[in-house]
């Protein structure tokens, strides 16, 4: 009794490194398939037309920017928590978001909202000139480190208060805000160039809000589209103390 359990463990112990790398390489193949269903069953199936924000989503891999325990669940049809009260929004929010800012090659685009940094790898996928800013230091250094190690080096991240925006490399062709804020920061709306396109949800944590659309014609923001949703706070520095 005592031979064949010691032959039985021999034989896990030479197998277990053969099962352990079948394991790890379906993984990826498995990541690939949910994600090309995400994109068939959440995307196309609704409004998202725009081939090149198919293609962006179906390529970034949104289960390497939330906790690894819900990475089983990072292609569903929901919202998940990346830590300190944020979240990452459903697959179809952002790529409606990044369809509505219609980013072209070469275009500057700014992101209030870093979070984990999923939505600026989307925008990277469109255009070299992507600029985020997020004001929980924890989350941004570790959406920098997760960027730069996944390849997105055009992606500059700032630690900083996401209603002032980024004078310094203002205008911007397109700007995208990833919470909820009473209105539009005046700061964003002066930073948006000329036909530039602003989307944002606008509304009071806690109820539904609208996600807006606008662009800027001579001089004035004016609402294009709205669809509701609900987001987390755009919070100030005095409030995140």
Do not use: C
């Not at 390497?64 to 089983?72: E, M």
């Not at 997760?146 to 997105?152: C, F, I, M």
């Not at 000329?194 to 989307?199: Q, S, T």
Request: charged fraction near 20%; proline fraction near 8%; charge should be positive.
């Amino acid at each position: 009794m005592k031979i064949k359990l010691l032959v039985l463990l021999v034989i896990v112990m030479l197998l277990a490194p053969l099962i352990l790398w079948r394991l790890k390489a379906q993984v990826p193949s498995s990541f690939a398939e949910s994600r090309r269903r995400m994109v068939q069953n959440q995307l196309q199936a609704r409004d998202i037309t725009d081939p090149r924000v198919l293609a962006a989503m179906g390529k970034v891999p949104r289960h390497r920017f939330v906790p690894a325990y819900l990475a089983p669940m990072a292609y569903s049809d929901q919202a998940l928590p990346i830590g300190q009260g944020q979240t990452i929004s459903q697959p179809y929010i952002v790529a409606l978001m990044t369809q509505w800012a219609e980013v072209r090659p070469g275009d500057k685009v700014l992101e209030v909202g870093t979070g984990s940094g999923y939505q600026a790898a989307v925008l990277a996928e469109l255009t070299d000139r992507v600029f985020t800013i997020e004001l929980l230091p924890e989350l941004a250094r570790a959406a920098e480190a997760r960027l730069k190690e996944l390849g997105y080096h055009q992606v500059q991240v700032r630690i900083g208060d996401g209603y002032q925006g980024w004078p310094e490399e203002a205008p911007f062709d397109a700007i995208l805000v990833t919470a909820t804020a009473p209105e539009v920061p005046p700061s964003l709306a002066v930073q948006l160039k000329e036909g530039g396109r602003l989307v944002i949800p606008v509304g009071r944590p806690g109820f539904v809000q609208q996600l807006i659309r606008y662009r800027k014609v001579a001089g004035q923001l004016r609402e294009e589209a709205r669809l509701p949703v609900m987001f987390v706070p755009l919070v100030k520095p005095a409030e995140a103390k």
